[in-house]
Protein backbone atom coordinates (compact mmCIF):
# COMPACT_ATOMS: atom_id res chain seq x y z
CA UNK A 1 0.00 0.00 0.00
CA UNK A 2 2.73 2.60 -0.36
CA UNK A 3 2.67 4.95 -2.78
CA UNK A 4 5.70 6.14 -4.63
CA UNK A 5 7.41 9.38 -3.51
CA UNK A 6 6.87 10.96 -7.04
CA UNK A 7 2.86 10.46 -7.07
CA UNK A 8 3.36 12.14 -3.50
CA UNK A 9 4.94 15.26 -4.94
CA UNK A 10 2.80 15.14 -7.60
CA UNK A 11 0.42 15.51 -5.11
CA UNK A 12 1.55 18.03 -3.06
CA UNK A 13 1.54 20.23 -5.95
CA UNK A 14 -1.59 22.86 -6.25
CA UNK A 15 -3.52 21.64 -9.41
CA UNK A 16 -1.97 23.78 -12.70
CA UNK A 17 1.33 24.69 -11.27
CA UNK A 18 4.08 24.72 -13.46
CA UNK A 19 6.65 22.08 -12.94
CA UNK A 20 9.44 23.21 -14.91
CA UNK A 21 11.65 24.99 -12.17
CA UNK A 22 10.81 28.68 -12.68
CA UNK A 23 8.99 30.14 -9.74
CA UNK A 24 6.25 32.73 -10.97
CA UNK A 25 6.58 35.80 -9.75
CA UNK A 26 3.92 38.52 -10.26
CA UNK A 27 4.51 42.24 -11.38
CA UNK A 28 1.86 45.14 -11.35
CA UNK A 29 1.52 46.57 -14.89
CA UNK A 30 2.89 49.97 -15.26
CA UNK A 31 0.71 52.74 -14.46
CA UNK A 32 -0.85 53.59 -18.19
CA UNK A 33 0.74 56.97 -19.65
CA UNK A 34 -1.78 59.97 -19.76
CA UNK A 35 -2.87 59.57 -23.44
CA UNK A 36 -1.01 62.86 -24.01
CA UNK A 37 -1.06 64.69 -27.86
CA UNK A 38 2.45 64.69 -28.88
CA UNK A 39 2.20 67.63 -31.07
CA UNK A 40 0.25 69.64 -27.78
CA UNK A 41 3.59 69.02 -26.32
CA UNK A 42 5.65 70.12 -28.91
CA UNK A 43 3.72 73.14 -29.07
CA UNK A 44 4.02 73.99 -25.20
CA UNK A 45 8.28 73.07 -25.52
CA UNK A 46 7.76 76.10 -28.72
CA UNK A 47 6.19 78.27 -26.37
CA UNK A 48 8.51 78.00 -23.73
CA UNK A 49 11.42 78.51 -26.80
CA UNK A 50 9.86 81.24 -28.05
CA UNK A 51 9.21 83.20 -24.68
CA UNK A 52 13.11 82.22 -23.87
CA UNK A 53 14.22 83.85 -27.34
CA UNK A 54 12.51 87.05 -26.33
CA UNK A 55 13.86 87.74 -23.13
CA UNK A 56 17.50 86.90 -24.35
CA UNK A 57 16.51 89.44 -27.42
CA UNK A 58 15.28 92.10 -24.75
CA UNK A 59 18.44 91.54 -22.75
CA UNK A 60 20.45 92.04 -25.72
CA UNK A 61 18.79 94.95 -26.64
CA UNK A 62 19.32 96.52 -22.86
CA UNK A 63 23.05 95.60 -23.39
CA UNK A 64 23.42 96.78 -26.84
CA UNK A 65 21.29 100.38 -25.48
CA UNK A 66 23.46 99.97 -22.29
CA UNK A 67 27.04 99.88 -24.22
CA UNK A 68 26.02 102.73 -26.40
CA UNK A 69 25.17 104.91 -24.15
CA UNK A 70 28.54 104.10 -22.25
CA UNK A 71 30.22 104.84 -25.30
CA UNK A 72 28.73 107.99 -25.88
CA UNK A 73 29.16 109.21 -22.58
CA UNK A 74 33.00 108.29 -22.78
CA UNK A 75 33.62 110.24 -25.88
CA UNK A 76 31.44 113.57 -24.23
CA UNK A 77 33.72 112.66 -21.04
CA UNK A 78 36.46 112.87 -23.19
CA UNK A 79 35.72 115.45 -25.45
CA UNK A 80 34.91 117.64 -22.17
CA UNK A 81 38.19 116.98 -21.09
CA UNK A 82 40.49 118.03 -23.97
CA UNK A 83 38.01 120.90 -23.94
CA UNK A 84 38.94 122.37 -20.53
CA UNK A 85 42.73 121.13 -21.21
CA UNK A 86 42.44 123.67 -23.96
CA UNK A 87 40.95 126.41 -22.03
CA UNK A 88 43.02 126.40 -19.14
CA UNK A 89 45.83 126.46 -21.31
CA UNK A 90 44.80 129.15 -23.18
CA UNK A 91 43.67 131.07 -19.91
CA UNK A 92 47.14 131.53 -19.13
CA UNK A 93 48.47 132.71 -22.37
CA UNK A 94 45.45 135.49 -22.32
CA UNK A 95 47.33 137.51 -19.60
CA UNK A 96 50.27 137.70 -21.87
CA UNK A 97 48.42 139.18 -25.13
CA UNK A 98 47.04 141.66 -23.18
CA UNK A 99 50.49 142.62 -22.14
CA UNK A 100 51.62 143.10 -25.48
CA UNK A 101 48.47 144.90 -26.77
CA UNK A 102 49.26 147.30 -23.72
CA UNK A 103 53.23 147.54 -24.62
CA UNK A 104 51.86 148.34 -27.89
CA UNK A 105 49.05 150.39 -26.95
CA UNK A 106 52.00 152.23 -24.56
CA UNK A 107 54.76 152.42 -26.52
CA UNK A 108 52.80 153.98 -29.43
CA UNK A 109 51.54 156.88 -27.20
CA UNK A 110 54.47 157.78 -26.15
CA UNK A 111 56.69 157.60 -29.67
CA UNK A 112 56.05 159.56 -32.66
CA UNK A 113 58.06 157.11 -35.35
CA UNK A 114 57.76 153.39 -34.34
CA UNK A 115 61.14 151.22 -33.11
CA UNK A 116 62.18 148.35 -33.56
CA UNK A 117 61.47 146.83 -30.50
CA UNK A 118 57.41 147.68 -30.54
CA UNK A 119 57.37 146.08 -34.50
CA UNK A 120 58.69 143.06 -33.16
CA UNK A 121 56.28 143.02 -30.37
CA UNK A 122 53.54 143.44 -32.73
CA UNK A 123 54.83 141.03 -34.63
CA UNK A 124 55.18 138.63 -31.90
CA UNK A 125 50.97 139.77 -31.16
CA UNK A 126 49.93 138.84 -34.67
CA UNK A 127 51.63 135.16 -34.28
CA UNK A 128 49.54 134.58 -31.29
CA UNK A 129 46.46 136.33 -32.66
CA UNK A 130 46.84 133.86 -35.59
CA UNK A 131 47.37 130.82 -33.31
CA UNK A 132 44.06 132.29 -31.89
CA UNK A 133 42.61 131.62 -34.94
CA UNK A 134 43.82 128.45 -36.03
CA UNK A 135 42.50 127.02 -32.46
CA UNK A 136 39.10 128.64 -33.26
CA UNK A 137 39.52 132.02 -30.43
CA UNK A 138 37.78 134.89 -31.32
CA UNK A 139 37.77 138.19 -29.63
CA UNK A 140 34.55 139.15 -28.06
CA UNK A 141 33.00 142.15 -29.68
CA UNK A 142 31.90 144.84 -27.31
CA UNK A 143 33.55 148.70 -28.03
CA UNK A 144 29.79 150.50 -29.09
CA UNK A 145 27.91 147.29 -28.26
CA UNK A 146 25.18 147.03 -26.27
CA UNK A 147 25.84 145.43 -22.50
CA UNK A 148 25.37 141.84 -22.51
CA UNK A 149 26.15 140.04 -19.24
CA UNK A 150 26.78 137.02 -21.16
CA UNK A 151 29.73 138.17 -22.98
CA UNK A 152 30.97 141.48 -20.82
CA UNK A 153 31.67 141.70 -17.25
CA UNK A 154 30.97 145.55 -16.18
CA UNK A 155 33.14 147.55 -13.65
CA UNK A 156 31.52 151.07 -13.68
CA UNK A 157 29.36 153.01 -15.21
CA UNK A 158 29.99 156.66 -17.10
CA UNK A 159 28.07 159.09 -17.89
CA UNK A 160 28.16 159.29 -21.85
CA UNK A 161 26.66 160.85 -24.88
CA UNK A 162 26.19 157.35 -26.14
CA UNK A 163 22.99 155.24 -25.97
CA UNK A 164 22.41 154.17 -22.17
CA UNK A 165 23.49 150.47 -21.77
CA UNK A 166 26.10 150.69 -24.45
CA UNK A 167 29.70 149.80 -23.84
CA UNK A 168 32.02 153.18 -23.70
CA UNK A 169 35.30 151.52 -22.93
CA UNK A 170 37.11 148.10 -23.04
CA UNK A 171 39.14 147.53 -19.95
CA UNK A 172 39.95 143.56 -21.21
CA UNK A 173 39.59 142.40 -24.24
CA UNK A 174 37.19 139.14 -23.65
CA UNK A 175 37.52 135.94 -25.88
CA UNK A 176 35.51 133.01 -27.01
CA UNK A 177 36.43 129.51 -27.33
CA UNK A 178 34.30 128.17 -30.48
CA UNK A 179 30.59 128.60 -28.92
CA UNK A 180 32.12 129.10 -25.36
CA UNK A 181 32.92 132.12 -23.78
CA UNK A 182 36.24 131.93 -22.45
CA UNK A 183 36.75 135.04 -20.91
CA UNK A 184 34.52 138.14 -20.32
CA UNK A 185 35.58 141.37 -21.44
CA UNK A 186 35.89 143.92 -18.90
CA UNK A 187 33.88 146.93 -19.77
CA UNK A 188 32.86 150.24 -18.65
CA UNK A 189 28.82 150.82 -19.44
CA UNK A 190 27.27 153.91 -20.50
CA UNK A 191 24.47 155.83 -18.44
CA UNK A 192 22.69 158.90 -19.36
CA UNK A 193 24.14 162.42 -18.19
CA UNK A 194 22.60 164.02 -15.24
CA UNK A 195 20.50 167.00 -15.77
CA UNK A 196 22.03 170.14 -15.79
CA UNK A 197 20.89 172.48 -12.81
Known amino acids: MSESPKSEASDAQEPGADTSGVIPVEVEPPDPAPAADPVAALEAKLAVAEKEKKDNWD ?22 AKLEAKNKALKEVLPVVDNLERAIEHAGAGAGESSPIIEGVQLVLRQL ?50 DRLLRPALVVVAKPKAAAE
Open 59 to 80: RYLRAAADLENTRKRQKREVDD
Open 129 to 178: MTAFERLDITPVEAQGQPFDPNLHEAISQQESDQPPGSVVTVLQRGYKSG
